[in-house]
C-alpha cells in the first residue's frame, strides 16, 4: 500500500505561482512514474505531467512554458513548479504513483486544491 499526501495548494491570484509537493510512502518510489492531474468542477480529469523513475518528463499543452514537474527520490516526494497562474489553471490537483508492468500497482492522492482568481 502506498500513501501519497499533496500539499502547497491555495488561493492565488492570476500570474502568481504555487509549487505543490507530493510525498509518498513506501520503498518503491523511485521507480515509480509520477503524476499530476488535475480536475475542475464539471470536467474530466486531466494529466497535467508525469515524470519518470529515470527523470524523463511529459506536459500537457497547457502546462508547456508554465509548469515544472520535478522529483527528489530521496524525500520520497514529487513536484510540480506552476507559474503565470492563470483562471482555467483553477481545479483539484492530484498526485499519481504507478510502477510500470504492475497494472495493479496505481495510487492517487487525495488532492489539492488550487483555486486561481482573476
Known amino acids: 500500500q502506498v500513501q501519497l499526501v499533496e500539499s502547497g495548494g491555495g488561493l492565488v491570484q492570476a500570474g502568481g505561482s504555487l509549487r505543490l509537493s507530493c510525498a509518498a510512502s513506501?520503498?518503491?518510489?523511485?521507480?515509480?512514474?509520477m503524476g499530476w492531474y488535475r480536475q475542475a468542477p464539471g470536467k474530466q480529469r486531466e494529466l497535467v505531467a508525469s515524470?519518470?523513475?529515470?527523470?524523463?518528463?511529459d506536459y500537457a499543452d497547457s502546462a508547456k512554458g508554465r509548469f515544472t514537474i520535478s522529483r527528489d527520490n530521496t524525500k520520497n516526494t514529487v513536484y510540480l513548479q506552476m507559474n503565470s497562474l492563470k483562471p482555467e489553471d483553477t481545479a483539484a490537483y492530484y498526485c499519481?504513483?504507478?510502477?510500470?508492468?504492475?497494472?495493479?500497482?496505481?495510487?492517487w492522492g487525495q488532492g489539492t486544491q488550487v483555486p486561481v482568481s482573476s
Open positions: 515524470i519518470t523513475s529515470r527523470g524523463s518528463t
Open positions: 499519481k504513483a504507478k510502477l510500470p508492468g504492475y497494472i495493479a500497482y496505481v495510487y
Open positions: 513506501g520503498s518503491m518510489f523511485s521507480a515509480n512514474t
